[in-house]
């Protein structure tokens, strides 16, 4: 694995592609944050809010995206993250995460980071300040 | 309806960074890495202890901002953003408040939209703020007029 702090400006973390989204994974993400709002469960929920079906959380998206940096743990640690929930994800959409260095400071690495859908669509997009130890 | 609130905050909570809610939250989001729950991994870790994903911060509890009534369907998550002093560690307690930051409206395509803008804390037993959550909240005209009735 390459040490974080030795990617250049425009060098990019190994992608991840998310198998497609599932009731469960929302039921489960629904459980663990105690975010039970409706709307990312039950179909008929979603329906009545106007919505074709089911939507993931925004912050199950962004917990997904943080991970490109769980294995540098031992190098820093995010420091602050952002994001912008542009687009909602749908069930069975495949979400592909990204992140990508934009600037380098002397114990920090910002990063541009995106969830983007099957159709090139930006879900969310952000970006991640990754403290260097 | 929400500007008379700006800066009023909730008492602080007593919250603990419970570990099998760490080892639940990371399976839910993907991420399962033993850094989250792996004791042995967790210990020989610079940290000497286990960690806790960045966005774990939505499980708290951040008590109540008196007199703040929020429509409990067709609110909006906008933008979210993290501030960390240090990464949480598994078992620790954090002193957990909200505070109203800002509500402002803008008109748009989808009518006059209002942004509130709410920022959790999580302080150490010490005082120190550890991290900073802010949420902006989208709320639609017409979400607002079904709250006045």
């Known amino acids: ?133 | 309806m929400f500007a008379e609130h700006i800066g009023k905050c909730s008492n602080k909570v007593k919250n603990v960074v419970e570990r099998g809610a760490v080892k639940k939250f990371a399976e839910a989001i993907g991420d399962p890495h033993p850094i989250y729950w792996d004791e042995e991994t967790g210990k020989k870790s610079r940290y000497q202890r286990n960690i806790a994903p960045p966005t774990f911060p939505r499980v708290f509890d951040y008590g109540v901002i008196e007199g703040l009534k929020l429509p409990s369907k067709g609110l909006i998550h906008g933008e979210q953003r993290f501030h960390y002093e240090r990464p949480l560690f598994v078992g620790e307690e954090l002193y957990c408040y909200a505070k109203v930051e800002d509500y402002y409206e803008k008109q748009s395509s989808m009518g006059e939209l209002g942004f509130l803008v709410i920022t959790n804390y999580g302080e150490d037993p010490s005082g120190s703020v550890i991290f900073t959550s802010t949420s902006t909240i989208i709320i639609t005209e017409a979400v607002r007029k079904a709250m006045v009735v």
């Open chain 1, 1 to 133: 694995m390459t040490k974080i702090s030795e990617l250049k400006v425009g060098e990019s973390l190994p992608e991840v592609k998310l198998p497609p989204v599932s009731r469960l994974d929302l039921i489960k993400y629904a459980g663990a944050s105690g975010d039970y709002n409706p709307i990312h469960t039950i179909d008929e929920e979603a329906k009545k809010a106007g919505l074709p079906g089911i939507i993931a959380h925004g912050m199950w998206t962004m917990g997904n995206l943080a991970k490109l940096f769980t294995p540098y743990y031992e190098e820093g640690f995010v420091q602050d993250y952002s994001v912008r929930f542009k687009s909602m994800v749908f069930l069975n959409d495949v979400v592909t995460l990204k992140a990508t260095v934009k600037e380098k400071e002397d114990h920090a690495l910002r990063f541009d980071v995106a969830a983007v859908n099957q159709d090139g669509k930006e879900v969310v997009k952000g970006e991640v300040v990754f403290s260097v130890y």
